[in-house]
């Protein structure tokens, strides 16, 4: 199942997927929110990173043909990215949302956080 971004509301057929680690600390639920985010402020398709790591073959077809992957990890520990480089996936942007003074356990998730740090990656964001 290859992704038809012909419906995009950015009038794009350019294929761009955002990936999120959706963990359990508050730097997952925040990583899942920025790219939710992202998806809907820019043309960005959110996928699965789950089924990515269960080596789903569609979706390696999906990130294999995307103009651009953004993955999103809460944490150091790098759970995206780790997907990504057993995939054998190379062509991929990463953003760690520690690195943006969010501490692991204690920040408070807020609404005028996922703005913030969604305006700062999409501003990082290469064109490729």
Do not use: P, W
Request: net charge positive; hydrophobic share 40%.
């Amino acid at each position: 199942m290859v992704i038809n971004m012909s419906g995009c509301s950015c009038s794009s057929n350019t294929l761009n997927l955002v990936y999120a680690c959706s963990g359990a600390a508050n730097t997952g639920y925040l990583s899942d929110q920025v790219a939710r985010k992202i998806m809907k402020d820019s043309c960005f398709k959110m996928i699965c990173l789950s089924a990515l790591g269960a080596k789903k073959s569609s979706f390696i077809a999906n990130a294999l043909a995307a103009e651009q992957n953004i993955v999103l990890d809460g944490c150091g520990v790098s759970c995206g990215k780790k997907i990504f480089d057993f995939n054998n996936l190379k062509q991929y942007q990463h953003f760690i949302l520690t690195d943006y003074n969010v501490e692991k356990g204690k920040t408070k998730i807020n609404h005028n956080l996922i703005e913030q740090i969604t305006e700062k990656i999409l501003g990082e964001i290469k064109d490729e």
